[in-house]
């Protein structure tokens, strides 16, 4: 099966919607994978709920930056093809 190139117009819309669709999944998971290592985290040092708030919020800052790279990539593309 051929490769589809980059400016398949075929492939486009599919490209376009796999990458926007990461964007709810990264801004679901990360928070939730930092709250579960923080704690973790917190559970065997007995610090309760430090590390747990500090995982969220490092997990929704990593969700948010992500998103602005992946939006960021997307628009180059858009513009790439106009």
Same mark, same amino acid.
């Given at each position: ?6 400016? *398949? ?12 669709? @990461? ?18 985290? *917190? ?19 990593? @969700? ?17 093809? *106009?």
């Amino acid at each position: 099966m051929p490769e589809p190139r980059r400016g *398949d117009s075929r492939y486009s819309g599919l490209r376009s919607a796999g990458i926007l669709l @990461a964007i709810p999944t990264l801004l679901i998971v990360a928070p939730l994978l930092g709250g579960w290592i923080g704690g973790w985290v *917190d559970r065997r040092l007995k610090s309760s709920p430090w590390f747990l708030i500090l995982g969220l919020i490092l997990g929704f800052a990593a @969700a948010g930056r992500e998103t602005f790279l992946i939006y960021r990539r997307y628009q180059a593309e858009e513009e790439e093809r *106009d």
